[in-house]
């Protein structure tokens, strides 16, 4: 799957050029793509009313061939101009073919009542206003129009992306487009992955539009969806004279009194997920709680800072936060580990809101470290809300990432999972089984094994979140969303590892 910005996109346009491919026909192949797509999802546009708003880019361009290719079919076509006439030579010739159809032409501007008018009774509107250059908020304006079509009973189709909607960051502004369908045109765009977060896409379905292979030629890719081809065969295999040791050892520091459970979650789910040697780190106080449902796990006691250095002995891996609390004396025990550990570091939940107190402690860390923030989290350490979280998830975790030198997993619908060198993976495995507390702890210790088995941190956390989701994929299918718990899906998980692996 090909996922590339909007300024990739352009610059394969421009490298299709020399394989005799010209703008214009790019235009004409977008179009009858789109087009085709209208009529095979509608089976037959013979009569429909069709509106197609049009503005004055490429964008506009492509809208102007639909609406070419609708009335050959026999649709009634109207051409709305949202910003007055083309501004491009491509999209201009392309609208006086459209004009020489007799096809009807109206100015938003010009003519508002005449197009409510026409609206009121429509079947079909195709959005062809901004496309994949779109960026920063509509204004009043084009809100006007926005909302119009968005009130409209009618099928809304968007030309390769709904008008409001930046494809590089997944940001949608004020009155955005809520089409019914997106055709995306050539590749995929970062936004196109984030459908739960963006009902506006609607179904996204791509289309060709002829460019030749060699045009991606030197076009890289940063962003991906996670999948089994890439997980499976970054999972490390157990050797045949394999030991406790050499599989992994993991220190896991969690858990406090009234979370008790966060601790058993997260090493349970670091056993079952392959570590060798995972030892539980807890204050004395829980230890007779916990040590009965973890029968398999040495323990070890972290009261304070001074227990670190000592814990840290021999690990491959930390996990850190599951349950801990947050204080002084948390904040301590967190800030030794990263100023000791020689290892890749994992922060959840109560890690990170300590760490909110003072981020710039992670920037200094020696060590990997991975941060697995949920939205509140994320707004926490940010220093912003929630909702500006959700405006651009996904551009929020990569500027992160970079700005910290970690691995982002920033968890949600769309788990998105950011690494500093700027790649960022997408998941879309999980169900909302998962919103459940002690879904994350879970996730850690999946997480923070692989890690001590040896992966990468960055390819470890994009495994344990697909890993994590295609598991609660299966498990609700047993269990149902309502019944399943956290712990359920390790059952799930070994099946998989048993049929993908060994």
Do not use: W
Request: some cysteine; overall charge negative.
């Amino acid at each position: 799957m090909r996922i590339v910005t909007s300024k990739q996109m352009k610059q394969i346009e421009q490298n299709s050029t020399q394989y005799q491919m010209t703008y214009l026909r790019l235009m004409e192949n977008a179009g009858c793509a789109a087009a085709q797509f209208i009529v095979e999802t509608l089976h037959n546009v013979d009569g429909l009313n069709c509106v197609v708003f049009c503005g004055k880019g490429n964008n506009g361009g492509d809208g102007f061939v639909v609406a070419r290719k609708l009335s050959e079919l026999g649709a009634d076509v109207t051409i709305i101009l949202t910003d007055g006439e083309p501004k491009t030579e491509d999209a201009a010739k392309m609208l006086h073919l459209v004009r020489m159809m007799n096809v009807s032409v109206l100015s938003f501007e010009n003519e508002p009542e005449l197009v409510n008018t026409i609206v009121a009774d429509v079947d079909v509107i195709i959005d062809a206003m901004f496309g994949s250059g779109f960026h920063g908020e509509l204004d009043s304006y084009c809100r006007q129009i926005t909302s119009l079509i968005n009130s409209a009973i009618a099928a809304v189709f968007s030309l390769d992306i709904p008008s409001g909607i930046n494809c590089d960051t997944g940001e949608a502004a004020q009155d955005a487009v809520s089409a019914d369908f997106t055709i995306a045109f050539d590749s995929y765009k970062p936004a196109h992955m984030l459908p739960k977060y963006l009902p506006n896409l609607g179904h996204v379905t791509l289309v060709s539009i002829g460019i030749d292979p060699l045009s991606y030629n030197n076009i890289e890719q940063n962003h991906f969806v996670a999948d089994e081809s890439f997980v499976y065969p970054k999972i490390p295999r157990k050797e045949k004279y394999a030991h406790k040791t050499s599989t992994g050892k993991l220190l896991n520091i969690a858990g406090g009194i009234g979370c008790t459970g966060a601790a058993i979650l997260s090493s349970t789910a670091a056993l079952r997920s392959g570590a060798g040697y995972v030892v539980t780190a807890v204050p004395q106080l829980i230890y007779p709680i916990v040590a009965p449902s973890l029968i398999q796990s040495p323990f070890c006691f972290i009261e304070t800072a001074s227990d670190v250095a000592s814990a840290l002995n021999g690990v491959s891996a930390v996990s850190i936060g599951c349950g801990m609390g947050t204080g002084q004396r948390q904040r301590g025990i967190l800030e030794e580990v990263l100023y000791l550990a020689k290892c890749p570091v994992v922060i959840d939940a109560d890690g990170i809101n300590n760490l909110a107190m003072d981020i710039s402690i992670v920037s200094d860390a020696k060590c990997p470290v991975v941060l697995t923030p949920h939205f509140g989290e994320m707004a926490n350490i940010c220093r912003t809300s929630v909702k500006e979280i959700q405006k651009a998830p996904l551009l929020c975790a990569q500027e992160l990432a970079i700005q910290l030198k970690v691995v982002i997993v920033l968890k949600g619908a769309h788990t998105i999972i950011a690494s500093p060198d700027g790649r960022t993976f997408i998941n879309h495995t999980g169900n909302p089984g998962l919103a459940k507390a002690g879904s994350g702890d879970v996730l850690t210790g999946i997480l923070t094994s692989l890690i001590s088995q040896g992966m990468d941190p960055f390819d470890a956390a994009v495994s344990a979140v697909y890993l994590h989701g295609a598991a609660a994929d299966r498990c609700v299918e047993r269990m149902s969303e309502y019944f399943m718990q956290p712990d359920d899906i390790l059952i799930d998980l070994g099946r998989m590892l048993k049929e993908q692996i060994r």
